[in-house]
């Protein structure tokens, strides 16, 4: 069953530790089998919506996308973040 990377950014504190992640992460998730479906600022919210930084990513599966998380590759992306960012990162099984 595909299931999606939701990531959510409440807050970027340190913009050059976000490119670092950046440049680490993509090519880490795409990697591991996960394609980008949308990613930036939303163009419009609703109610209690946030105006925040957003990320979709579909995998295969729930498994697919963990791996993915605790992957060698991504844990180095997530070493380079390091507090340059708070996010809500969840990954949701689909329909």
């Known amino acids: 069953m595909t299931a999606y990377w939701i990531s959510l950014y409440r807050e970027i504190t340190d913009e050059t ?36 930084r957003s990320v979709l990513i579909e995998f295969d599966s729930v498994d697919a996308a963990r791996a993915a998380h605790d992957s060698p590759a991504y844990q180095e992306a997530l070493a380079a973040l390091d507090g340059g960012a708070v996010r809500d990162l969840r990954i949701v099984p689909g329909i």
């Open 17 to 52: 530790r976000l490119a670092a992640y950046a440049q680490l992460a993509g090519p880490a998730l795409t990697g591991a089998g996960g394609t980008f479906l949308a990613r930036g600022m939303p163009e419009q919210t609703y109610e209690a919506g946030e105006a925040t």
